[in-house]
């Protein structure tokens, strides 16, 4: 289909409009831009109001990576479309939702792509910044919520020490648990909106669904059956699943913060999601002059960490790696970062990354003092993040206090050799005082006597080959295609073993 047909005359008021899809149509590919035009006309037969446009308002979802960004100019393309050939288009909420490991190189990348696709200027674009529970307009100067960073400082904290620093649950449970939250308060916001527009397949969607419905199912969490329809339904089952999960992670005595890892449920019934997947390609580098040149997009060193484009988190994963390796197996922290860029790398592949981003990947953490700079590097980002220090996410992979402390002498006698087990099982038994351990204890560890009280209590989940035991925590990621096993070993000398590695 080509677009002449059906061309408005130009008015002065659609000049910039104008300008930006012409824009647009130069850095597409012509594969793209007809996609975008069939999308569009789609689109149009789908929303509720098809004479006044304005009337209808869609959610585009935008994280700042890469592919979003892709998304986001292919959707901003069906919009200008459609305002050339009626002369009125649909409103488009863009929602960014941030969490604290969202360098400012993300935001920065975020707000060069509203430039150059003209969303600032244009009455039709309502881009908002959703900052946990909060919905804000967005500006790229705005601080990061100190009450963000200290929810996802404590759930880093709380997940790492149940499972060891286990790299997936420990950063990606409870933000993948808060992105769906922002969908649902973008979706709910406003007067709410008529469709959702995403990249998924209709297969991907329908994945989604069965695996939360499978999940609520197992763990008697599912809603009642007035309740589980659409995508309020898909909500109302994960908010029980968040409910439970964050229960178990940070106690019962914890329903301040439970709650606020609540996800929204007041979103209109019957919403709808509307699919752009078959009508465009994905591969980054075959839209690369898009990115890089048109939205001005950066890969930034902390930004930019092997599989994701807008999250450093990744390259903690890298670090926690290195430092299990050098503190618990007595090897050196180079071998162990090295394990994990292999991993990550082929994770990278498997993904059809362009092949520049991969060799700029593996530029970053080879040669001589590679892996001293990322240490460096991500200590650095570790503080000013989360203002968590090295001596924490050490205490953090070694998981002394979860599960009674039963790798509690193994920590001692490798890293506070000073310090009495007899008396650190006493005071998170409860059955004894001590102001100065529990200081010492919650330097190290980052988290209050309380909080290491609940670990105390609270099961050791390690990554295991075999099917997970039924626990919530285990049972989350299951099936997750970001695992793969390795050869590794445990002791500087040790025999070669198999191990599940996670990660991004």
Not at 326 to 342: D, I, K, P
Not at 394 to 402: D, E, K, L, Q
Not at 430 to 440: E, K, M, P, Y
Not at 458 to 487: A, N
Request: charged letters at 25%; a negative charge; aromatic letters at 8%.
């Amino acid at each position: 289909m080509t677009l002449g047909a059906f061309e408005q005359p130009l008015t002065d008021s659609s000049q910039r409009r104008a300008h930006a899809l012409r824009d647009l149509r130069e850095v597409l590919s012509s594969e793209n831009y007809e996609g975008a035009v069939r999308c569009a006309v789609r689109l149009h037969s789908e929303l509720p109001d098809k004479t006044r446009l304005e009337r209808n308002v869609v959610l585009v979802a935008y994280g700042g990576g890469k592919d979003s960004s892709y998304t986001l100019a292919f959707v901003r393309t069906m919009q200008l479309i459609l305002f050339r050939i009626h002369g009125s288009t649909f409103r488009m909420r863009v929602a960014t939702n941030r969490h604290a490991g969202m360098p400012r190189a993300v935001m920065e990348n975020i707000d060069r792509a509203y430039r150059a696709l003209g969303l600032f200027d244009d009455p039709e674009c309502e881009l908002l910044l959703i900052d946990g529970q909060q919905i804000k307009t967005f500006d790229v100067d705005e601080p990061q919520a100190a009450d963000v960073v200290e929810r996802n400082r404590l759930d880093i904290l709380m997940t790492g020490h149940r499972t060891a620093g286990d790299a997936r649950p420990t950063f990606c449970n409870a933000c993948n648990l808060s992105m769906v939250n922002s969908f649902g308060l973008a979706a709910g916001f406003d007067g709410g909106v008529d469709l959702i527009i995403t990249g998924d397949s209709r297969q991907e969607q329908r994945d989604y669904y069965l695996w939360v419905s499978r999940l609520a199912r197992r763990f008697g969490l599912q809603p009642g059956p007035e309740e589980r329809q659409g995508f309020k339904g898909f909500l109302t089952a994960l908010n029980n699943i968040s409910q439970a999960y964050f229960t178990d992670i940070h106690g019962d005595a914890a329903t301040d913060l439970v709650a606020e890892h609540a996800i929204t449920t007041d979103v209109r019934t019957g919403l709808q999601f509307f699919s752009i997947y078959d009508d465009t390609a994905y591969a980054s580098g075959d839209h690369w002059e898009l990115l890089t040149e048109f939205l001005g997009f950066t890969f930034d060193d902390i930004a930019f960490s092997f599989t994701e484009s807008d999250c450093g988190n990744p390259a903690l994963m890298a670090h926690l790696r290195a430092l299990k390796a050098e503190r618990c197996h007595g090897r050196t922290y180079a071998e162990g970062l090295s394990e994990y860029v292999e991993f990550a790398i082929s994770l990278m592949h498997k993904k059809e990354f362009p092949p520049q981003l991969v060799a700029l990947m593996r530029e970053r953490y080879e040669g001589e003092g590679a892996a001293r700079r990322m240490r460096s590097a991500m200590d650095a980002y570790a503080m000013e993040a989360y203002g968590l220090t090295e001596e924490q996410l050490v205490t953090m992979v070694h998981a002394p206090f979860t599960e009674k402390g039963v790798r509690l002498e193994e920590y001692l006698r490798t890293e506070q050799p000073g310090l009495s087990a007899e008396a650190v099982h006493a005071l998170l038994r409860g059955s004894a005082q001590d102001a100065v351990l529990t200081a010492r204890l919650e330097r190290l560890s980052g988290l209050t006597v309380e909080q290491l009280r609940v670990l105390y209590g609270s099961s050791l989940r390690l990554p295991t080959l075999t099917p997970s035991s039924g626990e919530l925590i285990d049972s989350i990621l299951d099936g997750d295609p970001h695992k793969q096993v390795i050869q590794t070993r445990h002791a500087a000398d040790g025999p070669v073993v198999s191990e599940l590695l996670s990660g991004r």
